[in-house]
């Protein structure tokens, strides 16, 4: 596997592990009072269209990094909206 590669998909696990810590919290409380739902709607977009170009260009980094972690954002925006 090429340098650029490990280093695409180590840049991805840890911006995808960073929202770990959020979720579980979350989860936990219940509470989202301090989460800004405007913010998750537009990084859940942007983490699609990230997702989107990662097929386009072929880069299994951004496709796989953007798929976890926009499953861990849209867990936090539901909580957001089912627990306003």
């Known amino acids: 596997m090429e340098f650029a590669t490990l280093l695409g998909f180590a ?3 840890l911006t995808t592990v960073a929202f770990v810590p959020q979720v579980a919290k979350t989860w936990r409380t219940r509470s ?9 709607v537009l990084f859940n977009t942007g ?3 990230w ?3 990662g ?6 980094p951004i496709v ?3 798929t976890v972690t926009l ?5 936090i925006l539901y909580f957001k909206l089912r627990y306003k």
């Open 11 to 13: 840049a991805g696990a």
């Open 32 to 40: 989202t009072h301090d989460i800004s739902l405007g913010m998750f």
């Open 47 to 49: 983490q699609v269209l």
């Open 51 to 53: 997702l989107v170009y």
């Open 55 to 60: 097929f386009f260009i072929s880069s299994w």
């Open 64 to 66: 796989v990094a953007n």
């Open 71 to 75: 499953a861990l954002a849209l867990t």
